[in-house]
C-alpha cells in the first residue's frame, strides 16, 4: 500500500481554473479510465446528441452558443472518470472484507474501490456481502413491503441525480404502493428557495437562463462557490464581463472561484491576464445577508426618496407587486448603522454595494447553500426578492433570480413528482392516468424520515441514489435510525457509507451511470434531465457497461413495482421498463409543459419549461410578485463561542470525496481541518496545524469532534469553517428552518478548545 501524503498547506489559489485544473482532470482521467476511454467520453459531455453531466445543475449553453470543444470543467470530468473507472468493486471483493473491516475504511477508499457490479446482499447475523440474482433480490424487497402493516413503515429517499424517467416511475411506484414518503437530497438543499420563491414570485426556480445572466447589468453571487460548485457558470461570468456587466461576491470567504478565472477550453488564455470577476466582494458574517440587504435597501430608499422616485421602479412596485407600504414602513424603522453591524461588513463597503445597484435596470441575483441552509433561509431569499422586484428586476430579460441548483437533475426530480407534499391537481391526474388513487396524507421530508427511522416507526429504507447516512444531519442519531430498519436498500454506483450501516437486512441494486450505453431489447434508451434553468435536454451514454449484470435505474424500479403491485396494479411496468418513450408519453399527459416531449426532447438543445415569473406574469394567489417584511434575525451566541459553516472542498462532490486535498484553498492531503481567522487563533492562543476540539450547543445538547486541525484562513472573525460531511455529527437533527425544514448546516454555534497533544 502507498504510504499516506502528508498533511500540506500552501497558499491560497489566486485565479480559478487555468492550467493547475488541466492537469489535474488529466491526471483524474488516467487514473480512472485511462486516457483514449477518457477523451472519448469528454468530447460527448453536454453536447447536443451527448449525455448531461452527472456533476451539477449549471444549465448548457444554446446550441448555437457552444463551445466547438466540449462543454465541461475540471469537476464535471473528475465526475465522469469516477463514475467511468474500471476498477470493480465485485463479488470477489465483497468476500474480501467484512463489514467491520469496511467501516474502518475511509469514504474516499470506499468509494475508489470502484464500480458495483453484482445485486448483493447482506442477511441478519452474517458480515459480509454476497451475490444475489436481480429476481431474488425483487422477491425479497416485495415479500418485506408486502407485509408491512402499514405502507407508511416504508420510507424512499432520491438523490437528485436520478433522471426525469427513473424519477417518475418511482414516484408512480411508491405511491400505487401507498404512501408519500418520499424525502430527497432538496430537503436538505434548495427547499428555502422553493417555498420562499413560490410564495413571492408564484414559481419555486430560477426566472432568468443562461443568456440573461451574459447580458445582466450587475450579478450578486450570494453564499455559493461557483468555481468549485458550478464551474461552467465562470465561463458566463466571463461574458457578462466582457459585455461590461458588474459583480459583487457576498461570502465569508473570499473562494477562489469568484476572484480570478482562466478557461479552461481557451488554451489560448492559459498565459497572459486572467479575467478578474468581482468587482466588489463583501466578507459578509455568517446569517449576516438579511443585515446587509436591508442595509442596501434603506440606502437606496433613502436615495429614492432624495432623487424623486427615480432608484426604484415605482410603476412596475404599483402594477406588478403588493407589499410595498409594509415593506417601507418596515426598512424606515430599521437603524442603519445596526444593519450595517449587523451584516460585519465595513459601512463604506455597503454604500459601495448600493451605488453598484442604484442605476442598474438589469440585475440578477444567485445564491446557493451559504444562503438555504439556515433557520431562517427563506426569510434571506424573500430579502433578495425584495431588492430585485423593487428594481423591477424579475419579468424582463437579462435580470431575476437564480437559485443554483445542486446535483444535475435535483430540480426535474421535483417536477416528476419526487415531494412528500405533491399538491392535489398532480395526485388526481396520476391517479386518473393510471388508474389508481393516490394517498394524499403528506409523508416525510428528511429530517422527518431520520426521525421516524430513531422511533422504529420505518422498516424499510429505499434510496434511490445518494448517501442518505452521511449527508443527513446528526450522522450518530442516523445510524441508530438506519440499524433499527428491518430491511435497507439502495440503488447504486458506487460502494458508500449507507451500505454498511445497515438494517437487518441490506440490498445493493447496481445501476448503470448517465455515461454508459443503456440498450433493453425495444433498442437503445435515452433519459431527460432538467437543468437550473429549467431546460429540459436528453442525455444518452456512450460507453459500454462496467459490468454485464448492471441495469438502468428506470428499468430498476419499473421491475420492482411489477414484482411489488402485481395485479393490484393496473399499470404495464414491463413496457416501462424497455420504452421510455412510453413513460415520456405519461409525464407529458400529466405534467405541464412537457407537450410533445419525445419530439421536442430530440430537437438540438432540448426545450424550456413554462416559466412565469421569467415573463413577467406571477403566478401567487394576488397573480402579483409580493414585496415582504421579514425579521432581522440577532443570534444569541455565547460570546466566547464561534459560528461553524460546513462546506465542501474543491475535491469532492457531497459525499464523494475524489482526494482529500482542496487545491484552491491551499489545503492538501487533509480534510479533518477547521478554519480560523488569524485574531481568533491568536485569541485561543493557537498556530497552524495545532489540534482542537469542537463541542456545538443546541438546545441544551452537546455534540463533539475531536482533533480538528487548525488552517488559518482569511475567514470573517468569529466563523469557522469545516468539511461536510464530516461535520454532520456536530449538527443536531433539530437545528432547522421551521418552515422548510432544511438542515442550518450552515450555523452551528461551537466552542473550541486545544487538545491534548496526541
Ligand atoms: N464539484 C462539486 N460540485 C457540486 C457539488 C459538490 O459537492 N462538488 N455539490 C452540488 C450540490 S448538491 C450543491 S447544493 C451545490 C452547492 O454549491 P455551494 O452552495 O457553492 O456549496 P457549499 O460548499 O456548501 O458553499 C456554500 C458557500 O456559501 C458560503 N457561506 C456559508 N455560509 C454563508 C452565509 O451565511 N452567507 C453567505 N453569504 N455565504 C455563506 C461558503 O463560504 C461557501 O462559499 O453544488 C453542486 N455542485
Ligand atoms: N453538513 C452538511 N450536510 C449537507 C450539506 C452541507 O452543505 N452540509 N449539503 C446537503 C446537500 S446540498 C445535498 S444535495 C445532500 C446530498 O446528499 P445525497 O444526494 O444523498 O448524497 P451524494 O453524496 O450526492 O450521493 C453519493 C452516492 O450516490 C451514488 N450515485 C452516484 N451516481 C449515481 C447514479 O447515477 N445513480 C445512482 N442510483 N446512484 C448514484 C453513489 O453510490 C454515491 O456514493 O447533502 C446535504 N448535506
Ligand atoms: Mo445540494
Redesign the pocket.
Known amino acids: 500500500m502507498k504510504p499516506a501524503k502528508k498533511f500540506k498547506l500552501k497558499s491560497k489559489k489566486k485565479i480559478a481554473v487555468g492550467f493547475p485544473a488541466i492537469s489535474s482532470v488529466a491526471y483524474q482521467i488516467w487514473e480512472e479510465m485511462h486516457i483514449g476511454r477518457g477523451i472519448k467520453t469528454l468530447f460527448k459531455l453536454n453536447q447536443v446528441k451527448g449525455y448531461d453531466c452527472?456533476s451539477c445543475a449549471w444549465p448548457d449553453p444554446d446550441p448555437d452558443n457552444r463551445s466547438m470543444i466540449a462543454e465541461y470543467c475540471e469537476n464535471g470530468v473528475k465526475a465522469i472518470a469516477w463514475?467511468a473507472t474500471k476498477d470493480k468493486a465485485d463479488p470477489e471483493f465483497f468476500q474480501q472484507y467484512n463489514i467491520e473491516e469496511l467501516l474502518g475504511k475511509s469514504d474516499h477508499w470506499?468509494?475508489k474501490q470502484g464500480r458495483?457490479t453484482h445485486p448483493m446482499i447482506i442477511n441478519e447475523g452474517d458480515s459480509k456481502y454476497q451475490s444475489i440474482t436481480w429476481k431474488q433480490a425483487y422477491n425479497i424487497i416485495a415479500n418485506k413491503l408486502n407485509t408491512l402493516d402499514s405502507p407508511d413503515e416504508a420510507t424512499f429517499?432520491t438523490?437528485?441525480?436520478?433522471s426525469n424517467e427513473?424519477a417518475f416511475m418511482y414516484q408512480c411506484f411508491v405511491r400505487q404502493f401507498g404512501t408519500n414518503n418520499l424525502p430527497?437530497?432538496?430537503n436538505?438543499?434548495?427547499e428555502a428557495s422553493g417555498v420562499a420563491l413560490s410564495e413571492t414570485t408564484g414559481i419555486g426556480k430560477a426566472s432568468v437562463t443562461l443568456n440573461d445572466l451574459e447580458e445582466t447589468d450587475l450579478l450578486m453571487i450570494i453564499g455559493q462557490n461557483p468555481g468549485t460548485n458550478a464551474p461552467r457558470m465562470l465561463t458566463s461570468l466571463q461574458r457578462l464581463k466582457k459585455n461590461g456587466g458588474k459583480i459583487i461576491a457576498v461570502n465569508p470567504l473570499p473562494e477562489t472561484g469568484f476572484m480570478q478565472f482562466r478557461n479552461p477550453q481557451k488554451p489560448w488564455e492559459w498565459i497572459g491576464k486572467p479575467t478578474s470577476i468581482q468587482d466588489l466582494y463583501l466578507q459578509v458574517k455568517i446569517n449576516g445577508d438579511i443585515a446587509l440587504l436591508k442595509a442596501i435597501i434603506k440606502i437606496l430608499h433613502e436615495e429614492d426618496k432624495l432623487l424623486s422616485g427615480s432608484v426604484f421602479d415605482h410603476n412596475f412596485i404599483k402594477n406588478s407587486t403588493t407589499g410595498y407600504k409594509e415593506l417601507i414602513a418596515s426598512i424606515e424603522k430599521e437603524n442603519l448603522d445596526e444593519l450595517i453591524y449587523l451584516s460585519g461588513i465595513p459601512s463604506k463597503k455597503v454604500y459601495k454595494a448600493a451605488s453598484m445597484i442604484r442605476d442598474k435596470k438589469k440585475i440578477i441575483i444567485a445564491w446557493?447553500?451559504g444562503v438555504?441552509?439556515h433557520k431562517n433561509g427563506e426569510d434571506t431569499i424573500r430579502e433578495i426578492v425584495n431588492l430585485l422586484l423593487l428594481k423591477g428586476a424579475i419579468g424582463k430579460a437579462g435580470a431575476g433570480t437564480l437559485p443554483v441548483r445542486?446535483?444535475s437533475n435535483?430540480q426535474g426530480d421535483r417536477t416528476m413528482g419526487i415531494w412528500e407534499k405533491m399538491p392535489e391537481e398532480f395526485l388526481d391526474k396520476l391517479g386518473k392516468a393510471f388508474d389508481f388513487e393516490p394517498p394524499r396524507k403528506h409523508g416525510y421530508a428528511t429530517i422527518e424520515a431520520v426521525k421516524a427511522m430513531t422511533k422504529g416507526k420505518t422498516k424499510v429504507f429505499f434510496?434511490?441514489?445518494?448517501?442518505?447516512l452521511?449527508?443527513?444531519?446528526d450522522t450518530n442519531l442516523v445510524t441508530k435510525g438506519m440499524k433499527k430498519c428491518d430491511l435497507t436498500v439502495?440503488?447504486?454506483?458506487?460502494?458508500?457509507r449507507?451500505?454498511l450501516v445497515h438494517g437487518k437486512t441490506a440490498i445493493i441494486l447496481p445501476?448503470?451511470?448517465?455515461t454508459e450505453i443503456d440498450k433493453t431489447s425495444k433498442g437503445p434508451q435515452f433519459v431527460t434531465t432538467e437543468d437550473t434553468a429549467g431546460r429540459i435536454r436528453m442525455s444518452m451514454g456512450d460507453l459500454s457497461p462496467v459490468s454485464e449484470d448492471l441495469k438502468s435505474?428506470t428499468s430498476i424500479i419499473c421491475e420492482l413495482a411489477f414484482e411489488t403491485l402485481k395485479e393490484k396494479s393496473m399499470t404495464d411496468w414491463i413496457t416501462y421498463a424497455k420504452d421510455y418513450d412510453k413513460i415520456r408519453d405519461k409525464i407529458e399527459e400529466i405534467i405541464p409543459g412537457f407537450d410533445d416531449y419525445n419530439v421536442r426532447v430530440r430537437q438540438a438543445g432540448g426545450f424550456y419549461l413554462p416559466n412565469g415569473a421569467r415573463e413577467g406574469i406571477f403566478n401567487t394567489k394576488t397573480g402579483k410578485a409580493h414585496l415582504t417584511v421579514n425579521p432581522l434575525p440577532h443570534h444569541k451566541i455565547d460570546p466566547t463561542h464561534y459560528i461553524l459553516?460546513?462546506?465542501?472542498s474543491h475535491d469532492q462532490?457531497?459525499?464523494?470525496i475524489y482526494s482529500l486535498s482542496d487545491r484552491y484553498r491551499g489545503i492538501y492531503n487533509e480534510r479533518n481541518v477547521l478554519m480560523m481567522n488569524k485574531t481568533d487563533m491568536n485569541i485561543l492562543n493557537l498556530k497552524e496545524k495545532d489540534l482542537v476540539n469542537v463541542t456545538s450547543y443546541f438546545e441544551g445538547e452537546q455534540r463533539q469532534l475531536k482533533n480538528l486541525k487548525v488552517v488559518e484562513y482569511e475567514i470573517t472573525q468569529g466563523c469557522v469553517a469545516m468539511y461536510?460531511?464530516e461535520?454532520?455529527v456536530l449538527?443536531s437533527i433539530n437545528n432547522m428552518s421551521p418552515e422548510s425544514k432544511c438542515?442550518a448546516?450552515?450555523f452551528v454555534e461551537v466552542s473550541i478548545e486545544k487538545a491534548e497533544k496526541k
Do not use: W
Not at 438523490?159 to 436520478?162: C, H, N, T, V
Not at 445501476?511 to 448517465?514: D, E, I, N, S
Not at 459553516?645 to 465542501?648: D, H, L, Q, S
Not at 462532490?653 to 464523494?656: A, E, L, Q
Open positions: 452527472p463514475e470506499l468509494e458495483i429517499y438523490s437528485g441525480r436520478a427513473a430527497d437530497c432538496s436538505m438543499c434548495h446557493a447553500m438555504t441552509q445542486g446535483h435535483v434510496g434511490l441514489g445518494g448517501n442518505f452521511m449527508a443527513t444531519p439502495h440503488i447504486s454506483t458506487k460502494l458508500n449507507s451500505h445501476c448503470l451511470g448517465r435505474e459553516m460546513t462546506i465542501r462532490f457531497n459525499t464523494t461536510f460531511p461535520g454532520n449538527i438542515p448546516s450552515k
